[in-house]
Structures are given as C-alpha cells and as structure tokens.
C-alpha cells in the first residue's frame, strides 16, 4: 500500500497540475479628466474611464448642473460617446471629439440619427 502511494501521489499531483490555470491579474481602471473651453466661453469637464488595455470605455460629464455617464459608441473617426438618457426634452446626448475639438449634441426625435448641437468647438484647455 505504501508503495501505491508513493506512485500514485507524484502521478496525481502531475495530473493536478495540468489542470492548473494562471491567475491573472484583474485589468485596470483607469480615468483621465479634462476641462475643455468651448465657444461662447463654455466650459466642460469630462473624466474618460476605461476598464482594461482594449476594454470597455466611457465619458462621465456634466451638463446643466447634472452627470451624465455616456458609453463608448461606433463613429466615423474620433470618439464618440452617447447615452440614451439625457436632459429632459432630449432623447440623449452625444459627445463626439475629433481632431482636438469635440462637441455635445442632443437626439432629437425619435432615433438617434438627428442632433441638436448644444456646444461646440470645445478644445482642451492647457
């Protein structure tokens, strides 16, 4: 019996092994806030949040004296953000920066295919 267990001790901790997996470690939050300076003497501040190297992104920004938390959306080129809630009136809100300058829109109507601009030419203030 002893020398069962000698044999078969090292062949199951060989077989446990195999069945071991790695820990990773848990992707990282990061957040990166700017102030832009927009037309008409317009100021925003809007935090970026990413869950991970290629996760999920979003935009926190204020708006009117309220947060609004808008996810990483498909656009032409730059970044869009948008959010189906929005100021009432609205049927969401879009930001949406390109090139250095970026903008937020309302969805009018019914879909998200009509905006309404509500600031525009916002760049990052220095």
Known sequence: MIRLARILIPLLLTALSAFAVEAKPAPQLSIRTFQYGCA????M??????YG???PGSAVLTWQGRQYGLAEALGASGA?????NGPAGTGGLEWWEHAGEAS???????????TRVLLSGCRVRG
């Open 40 to 43: 008409a003497g317009k100021r």
């Open 45 to 50: 501040a809007v935090s970026y949040v990413r």
């Open 53 to 55: 190297e290629n996760g």
């Open 80 to 84: 869009r953000y948008a959010a189906l």
């Open 104 to 114: 937020l829109s309302a969805f009018t109507g019914q879909g998200t295919g009509v």
